[in-house]
């Protein structure tokens, strides 16, 4: 996904990251390599600073893949609860978790992530959305109730490569998963029990926290 940010901003960005360790550029490889839409570093991070600041201890994931914000949040003591419908890709972030000692905190459900939320429940201190675009609006439905009071969601993809904000100049979506964005967006910035934001992090990040 190319960076929505002007390139010698999203140059600089890079240069002041610290380096990865070797599992993490390892799995940053392998998603290079077969085309796997993991989180980038800033949102695996954002993750992980919001699951420390809430004292996380269970997050749920929607979108797996390999497995790679997933370890990362795990690594902070908090359980995830996961969901992947790609075989090969829950074997591979199987594998990653036990390289990284954290398996048994990260549970991955096979199925698509609407029907696996029936076998789920909370409550949640964080909820990360990505996996399928048009399902946004569903899976935060869905979520919401499960999340506590004081528990954060963060939204991968908001800005979707630039085409949600053209989409709303143009008033013509590029396709289904650009119309869905663009409506989810100003959902959750609307939402009644959110204090929500809608940033340019990575490929627009949503960040929001419940409230009473
Ligand atoms: C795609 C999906 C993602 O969740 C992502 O972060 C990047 C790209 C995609 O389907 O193209
Ligand atoms: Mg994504």
New binding site residues.
Partial sequence: ?PSILADLTAEYLTSIEPPADDLLEEMEAHARRDSI?I?SREVATLQRILAIATDADRALEF?TAIGYSTIQVARTGCEVVTTEVDAERIAAAREYAERDGVADRIEIHERPALEALDDVEGPFDLVFI?AVKTEYSAYLERSFPMLRTGGVVVV??ALWDGEVADAHATGDPADEATEALLEFNGDFVDHPNLEAVVTPID?GTGIAVKRD
């Fill in positions: 996904m839409p989180a979108g990505d991968d993809n490929d």
